[in-house]
């Protein structure tokens, strides 16, 4: 949340954040985005017009705004991202299983050698592990 408010802060807010909430069109919330869109942050981008729609939802039902200007605005960021096709590591169970076998036999004492076996066993996503806290692993797995 705090990368994305960064983000908000730096690309979004210099260039709508001075107007009056009323006052923002479609124009100016494409000008704000645009600079994501530069980087090739597409999928930023529509939160980014997201968030600012909630605003402008908002602004509305308190007579702030008389209209959301960002109504249809995700419908023009809907260019597909071309997907890259990545081969599986693996095919069958025998493989996987000798992946794991060396992760366990690693020698080093690294973090990583604790953290790869785990992230086998309960497949999570990287960033869901990395804010695990301690009473929900089950140290039994990991020896």
Known sequence: MECFRNRMRNDVWPRIGGL?????????????????????????????????????????????ALSNSTQGLTIALDDPIPTKHRAAATNDHYTLGKILDEIWSWEVGSMAQRLLPMYALILARAGEILNMRWPEIDGDLLR
């Open 20 to 64: 009056p909430v009323g006052d923002i069109q479609a124009i100016d919330v494409m000008s704000a985005i645009q600079p994501i869109l530069d980087r090739g942050a597409a999928n930023t981008a529509k939160r980014a017009v997201g968030i600012i729609g909630q605003i402008m939802s908002y602004a509305v039902v308190i007579g702030l």
